[in-house]
Structure formats: C-alpha cells, structure tokens
C-alpha cells in the first residue's frame, strides 16, 4: 500500500565510497577507470542483452529501489549522492518517492515537477533510470486531523469515495502504518472530477523527463469504509455502463451487488488505462507501472484491484506488493506452507502481468529472510524492489542487495529472458474467487495466530483469515502446494481474458474448484481439450455458476466431464472428450493437502498430472526445495530455492543448505556439453563448473543449495 519514503534512501553520501571498497568480486561498483570492479553485466561470461516485446529494456532488466531528496535540494550536493550510493548497489531503477502522496498547491507542485526533472537529469547521467511513485486515489494532508485539509477545505467532500452505506472514505493518524498521526488520508473517486485533476498533473510529471510513472493504490481502500464506491459519480458511472442502480448494501446474493463486484473491477481497470495514457501523450517513450496490493487471494475481491485485468495491456504493467507474514519480522516465522503461499503470491504476479516486466517486492527484516524472499522473487520470474519492511524508504541490508542485484545482473538473460518450459498450468479463476463462498478474511497466508514475541502479524488471528478455512483459495493454494512439494514446474494461468494461446503450451490444466465461468471461457477450455488437454477439475459444483455468479441450468462443461447437473454427482470421474481427458474429484483434495502436516502423500492429486506430462526435470531430495524450469537456447536452467528453514509449525529462522540431484532428459541426437551452478550465495555470480553423470538418456547433478542456485544444463 502507499508508503511514503520519507528518508533520504540507501547507504548516505558515503555509500559509493563503502560500496566500492567491500565490492564482491564481479559485482558493479559506481567507481570508474583503471582499477575499477568489472560491471557483472558486461562480465566476460554473462550473455549480452536482448531487446524483446514493447517494453524497453531497462524495463525488462530492472533492479529496482527507493530514492528521494528534500523539496531544498540542490542536484549535486544532495541529489548526487542518493544516486551514487544507489548505483553502488547494483540498482538499475530509482523509484522516486518524494511528496507526491501529499495535498499541495498548484505552485508547489509546478516547482516540484522542476526538482524531479533535475533529479531525473542526474540519475540518467549515471545510467539509472526513474520511475516516480504518485497515489492515485489517497490524498494526505499533513496535520489535516486539526489544521486544514482537502476534505475539509478543498474539495475532498465532494470528490471522496463513499461506501454503500454512505460513509466517506477518510480517516485520521495511526489507522494504517503509512499515514502519521494527526494526518488526514482522503481516498477519492475515480469517477469524479478527481480523474481530470489527477490525469493532468500525470502529463506534468511525463514531461519532466521522467522514464515510467508508478500509480499508487488504485482501489477502493477499505481500512475505513467497506464496498466504496457510491459516490453520486459512482451511481451515474455504475447506471450508465449496467442500466441499473447502485445495490444498497453488500449481499452476494443479490444480483445487482455481484455485478457491482464485477463492475469495481474493469471500472478500476480503465482508470489505470487512463493513467497509462495521459503519461504517453505528454512523454511516447513512457512506460506505467501500477502498484498492486491484491494478489491471488480475497483481497481483490474487497478493494475492487485485480492485477489480471491488466494483463493484456500494452505499454502498462505492475509493481506488485506481495506483502509478508510480519511488518517487524518479515517471512522469518513462517509455516513451509505460508511458504507455497508466498511462491503462489509471486507465480501469480509473473502470470497476471503477461508477457511484460513483472515488478515485485521484496521484504525483509534481516538479511538472510530477506534474501530468501528475492530468491523466491526470481525464480517466478519478477524484477525485484528490495526494500526492508514495513516501510520503503531504505534497503534491509546494503551489502545483501549489493549482492543479490549483482546476481541478477549478471544473470538478467538466464532470468528474464529463458522461456519457461512447464506442461503444467493451475488455472486461477477469478469469477470463483469472487463468488464461491466470500469471506470476510483475506487468505493471504495459513497461519493466522501470531507467534510468541512476533509484534505484529499479517492477521489478527482470526481462524477465517486463513486460505486453509476458504473453499476455492485453499484448493487453489492447496494445489500449488502439492505442486511445489511434487517438483512439478507449473505456470499459473489467469482466467481474465483466456485465450486458445494462452493454453497452447500446456499438457495439463489444474481446475482447482471450478465453479463460475463464462460462456466464453467454458468454450476455450472445452476446445483445449478436445485437441489433447488433461484437464484436473476439483470441487462440488464443477462449472456450476455464470461469470456473475448465477446458478446456471447446467454445468458449462457438462461434456467435458461427462455428467450433467440432474446425474449423482460422481466421487471421481474421469471421461474421454475429443483428444483429451477429463478427471474430475468431486472433494477438495488441494485444501486437505494445504493443512496436512508431516510427510502427507500429495500423489492423489498429482498422479494424472504427472501420467500425463512427465517432467523433464526430476528431483531428489527434501521436498521443501522449490524447483522452476526454463529453457535458453540450448540451455536447460534449473533454479532452486531451498525453504527447509520451515517447517508445519513456526519456528526460528536459519539458513539450512540441502543437498540435492537434478536429473535432466536429454533428447534423442543430443549430449550434455556442460553444467555449472551460480548463486547469490557464493562469493561470486560467476557460474562454476560442475560435474554430471550419464544414464541412458539422462543426466544427473548433484549440487549442495545454500539459499538459491542456478543450474545451467548445456545440450548439442
């Protein structure tokens, strides 16, 4: 959410001099010359850069962190140094957080505008690109709970967000970690003359030279009033595009109030399109990137903000905020399961953003937990903003990011670019997350109960806040679990906008308790397995439910499962259709399996998978080691995370290396002619090589992983 950075970010004025003195070896430093530390993007043995899709590529590559000056500063004296200590870390990108979550006047932030330009200027001449964090709905006057504020003395009142039983959408202090006390956070509507006032200083802030702006929160916060918006602007907004009124009050059994719930959705859509174009017309070369607080989970439904929608988007993709267990002690008492639900929350985020950049958080307290959370980032595929949490205005540790985005710089081809080769997808639905049994919980992660000494937690510990206790999203979360435990590479695939191409590559689709589809999206599964798909479906009423959540008369894929509504409802089933076969389970085989303990089998949902796609890749060793699989030119790359740390109950975090085998098919008329692993974890990204052993048509590596490693398997 918005967080303002508020410090002057990274290691200070003597960063660079630090930086450049205790650089690993290979690992970018901001000094230059004879002497200088070589730059590990231009490391004799790091591939060159590759210009793919619309998004440039800086946008591609991207390391991301915070940066900001004081409204006085002068570009040399106090610029120059926040952008030096930062490009000593291996940043790429500066995401500029200054004073733009505040109500200013017109003066105030016309002269702004000139201070970001100035800003900009020198971060390009340190080859560092800028991407300017502005809220997009939240409007915080300083000391508005008692001196003047937009709401009270401007024209808060008339433009604010209001929920369905009329409450404004603003509030005073300490309600949220990122407004102070004695401030006023106003949230205002989209559909309001807010848009304009907002989408016109966007192009002020394009023309200043800025690369990409960051839209802050755009959704329908509600820590103070729930199910906004019905604003007046809102209900003409609402009528226009639906021909109905608004619903008066939340009921998922009313019609109206479930098209309201789908209409928040594209509604927040547009007003993101709309940002993304304002900017390009006042900068063609700008790019938008919106900060996304709702994942996989319930969240979405609340707040209106479901990154999917934007997945076909050109020229405007997310920063995603996957938040974690703690504020004050990031992922270091988690559960192996709160553990598959980070990796869902972050596979999610690669698949909603599409084919372009996937910005993500990284959280930390310490180093090492932080570490582990960008590891996790990268083998889904995301760019990393590291920052410590809960706030984002410095790094966990400078040394652990100077490392890790000297990793990922010398290895942003292997990372961004290799094509991911799953056969697997898990299909994420949203119409079912958002009508099959709402809940009053998020479901971010498992464990709800905060551990002894921990100061805060992500729940209250209530036991409904948990994905476990939620019919789809724990079979969702349930299955990625089984998954992940399985070392089965799999892909999530977004339900929002599917395609016959998006399904193309795979050989299996998970259907985790199915129930709401659309006509149209019932017809592109359908033709998927027809031509050849193995289709998973789980859950007591497979198809059962319209994209609005409407009981239909029939199932929509009653042909593809082999029975229809009127039939006993079979236990399992599994039925022939077209090329392709359809296996249905009746229980929720995911949701057990995401709250067993101990060595639990999760073969039962994993067996026509893996009759039906044969992984490639094979794995040996403790289950609670993440596996993920791509494929660069001849290069088979293999990344390992190792979660061993956690176990069923939270317990102290450490860092526990496992030993381990990969064994890799190797095709008919190919060889393997190397094998070498790269981590963060060794002294330098450099990949070493390693040796491997041959069996038929196999080849086996047995490595030792610290933390993360990534093993590239070479074929000819």
Sequence with gaps: ??????????????????????????????????????????????????????????????RVADGTFDEDADPVRDMKPVINALKAQNVSVIELDTILSNWLTQADFDFHVK???????????????????????????????????????????????????????????????????????????????????????????????????????????????????????????????????????????????????????????????????????????????????????????????????????????????????????????????????LISMYKYARAASGAKPAWAFSYGWKADDASLVMAELLAAGCNPYEVKSPFKNATTDARMRTRMYGFVAAHQQRLYDAVPAAEVGVYHSTASRDYVSPSVGTGMYVNAKKPSGVK??????????????????????????????????????PSQGVTAADLSRFKVLMLPNLQAVSDAEAEVLRGWVAAGGTAVITGPAPTALTELGAARDEFALADVLGFRKRDPLPATRENRFGAGTCHYVKDLPGRTFLSATG?????????????????????????????????????????????????????????????CSVTVAVPEGKRVTAAAVSSPDAASPAPQPVTWTTSGTTATVALTVAQYSLLTVTMA
């Design 115 to 341: 201070q970001v330009g100035r800003f900009t200027e020198q971060a390009h001449a340190a080859g560092i690109r800028v991407v300017m964090y502005y809220p997009s709905l939240e409007l915080i006057s300083v000391g508005g709970e008692k001196g003047r504020s937009f709401y009270k003395d401007d024209r808060g009142k008339e433009w604010v967000q209001l929920s369905l039983d009329g409450q404004p959408n603003v509030f005073y202090g300490s309600l949220v970690v990122w407004v102070d006390p004695g401030d006023e956070s106003c949230w205002l509507s989209p559909n309001s003359p807010w848009r304009d006032y907002y989408l016109t200083r966007v192009k002020a802030l394009a023309g200043s030279g800025l690369d990409a702006i960051w839209p802050d929160v755009p959704i329908y916060f509600d820590g103070k009033a729930s199910w906004c918006d019905a604003s007046p602007w809102a209900a003409a907004a609402f009528k226009a595009d639906t021909g109905l009124p608004l619903p008066k009050k939340a009921d998922f059994g009313d019609t109206t109030f479930r098209r309201f719930v789908e209409w928040r959705h594209r509604n927040l859509l547009q007003w993101q399109l709309d940002i993304a174009a304002a900017g390009k017309s006042a900068n063609k070369d700008l790019v938008t990137f919106v900060e996304t607080v709702s994942m996989d989970y319930q969240y979405a439904t609340s707040i209106g903000l479901d990154g999917a929608y934007l997945r076909q988007a050109e020229g405007v993709s997310h920063a995603w905020e996957v938040d974690i267990l703690g504020n004050y002690d990031g992922m270091r008492h988690a559960t192996a399961s709160d553990w598959t639900c």
């Design 456 to 493: 805060e937690w992500w729940s209250e510990g209530t036991p409904e806040d948990s994905c476990a206790t939620m019919p789809w999203l724990g079979e969702f979360r349930g299955t990625v679990k089984a998954l992940v435990y399985g070392h089965v590479p799999f892909d999530t695939v």
């Design 599 to 659: 060595q639990a089998d999760p073969g039962p949902l994993l067996a026509p998978v893996l009759a039906a796609a044969p992984p490639a890749v094979t794995y040996s060793g403790d289950r609670r080691v993440h596996l993920e699989l791509s494929r660069l030119g001849d290069d088979t790359v293999v990344q390992l995370v190792n979660f061993t740390c956690f176990d069923d109950k939270p317990a102290a975090f450490g860092v526990k290396p496992a030993a």
């Design 1 to 62: 959410m918005s967080r303002r950075g508020l410090l002057r970010a990274g290691l200070g004025a003597g960063g660079a001099a630090w930086a450049a003195a205790h650089a690993l070896p290979g690992t970018a430093s901001a000094a230059t010359g004879p002497g200088a530390p070589m730059r590990v993007d231009s490391a004799p043995w790091a591939a060159p850069a590759v210009r793919q899709g619309v998004f440039p590529e800086w946008a591609r590559y991207a």
